[in-house]
């Protein structure tokens, strides 16, 4: 794939610093929705409008089906049920967008098992530091209470299954046909619906899930909006765009805007605070990613052996 040279261009950075807006916006607009709907509702809604009706003008992408299922039930479900769930347990939307970066690392480690692929230096350091701030943020809920340990545990999980999808994203676009990515969103799209109304049905009954949409209102309407069309297909879109037409290193390491504009805008629109204890982890969270990206000169590497 031919690439362009030089720098990104004005218009596209603009388009990606506006896409991580967008991204970091997703975790207060989340908490917002969840206030008139159970989460797992709130989430097969958001997937049912992502799939319909772009589903019958985007052709289906032509990988294994097997591949297409285990993306669509990582990244789609089991990442956004865990998600949900933890921000309508009492997780904060700042802490929980800084939390979920966890996946970088947990895609690195299952990378070098899955793939063979090497460790080096700078990521064993960034890990180390990572969850050194994640152990930090869990002193902090078990001692102040600040952060419901279950939410915590929770985003974790989301983090992890975000992982596992990333795995299943590079076995499908390393396949022969590779995909498009508004196609493989799209279609992956399709696949957690039933699952999130299903379970949404056996953990708060039928008549909770009527209820929420004989009530719904302006605020949840604009909330599923804005996480279907403008955090899915927009951003997703847009970044995938630019991941095209740009080199990775170029375009990834503006992911790492996300947590700090999802903490900014959980502190100005939700007044959500970090207690000393939440701000030395995250500062460590961020430390190690930025490790992680840009490096600290390590240059021997160091192979994973299963």
């Known amino acids: 794939m031919k690439f362009r040279g030089g720098r990104m261009s004005r218009k596209d950075g603009v388009l990606a610093l506006l896409v991580v807006v967008v991204w970091g916006l997703n975790f207060v607009v989340i908490k917002v929705g969840l206030h008139n709907m159970p989460p797992l509702m709130l989430a097969g809604l958001r997937f049912m409008l992502v799939a319909f009706p772009a589903i019958f003008f985007v052709a289906r992408p032509k990988v294994p089906l097997n591949l297409l299922l285990g993306y669509g039930l990582t990244i789609s479900f089991a990442q956004f049920a865990f998600l949900f769930c933890a921000i309508n347990f009492g997780m904060p939307a700042g802490l929980a967008s800084l939390v979920l970066q966890a996946q970088a690392f947990f895609t690195i480690v299952l990378g070098a098992f899955t793939f ?132 990775t290193w170029r375009v990834a390491p503006l992911s790492l805007l996300v947590p700090v504009v999802g903490l900014a805008s959980a502190a100005l629109l939700l007044d959500e605070r970090l207690t000393g204890l939440q701000f030395l982890g995250a500062v460590l969270i961020m430390t190690g990613l930025y490790i992680n990206v840009f490096g600290l000169r390590w240059r021997k590497a160091v192979k994973v052996r299963g």
């Open 116 to 247: 063979g692929e090497r460790l080096h230096g700078k990521q064993l350091a960034g890990i180390a530091l990572a969850i050194f701030g994640v152990l930090v943020l869990i002193e902090d809920s078990l001692n102040g209470q600040h952060v419901a340990m279950l939410g915590f545990m929770l985003t974790l999980a989301a983090a992890f299954s975000w992982a596992c999808g990333n795995i299943f994203n590079k076995k499908i676009m390393s396949h022969s046909t590779r995909p498009a990515v508004m196609s493989l969103v799209i279609w992956s799209a399709l696949i957690p619906i039933i699952p999130f109304f299903v379970a949404s049905l056996i953990l708060d009954g039928s008549a909770s899930m009527i209820h929420s949409l004989v009530a719904i209102d302006m605020t949840t309407i604009l909330s599923l909006m804005y996480l279907a069309f403008v955090a899915t297909i927009v951003g997703y879109g847009i970044w995938g765009t630019l991941l095209g037409r740009y080199e």
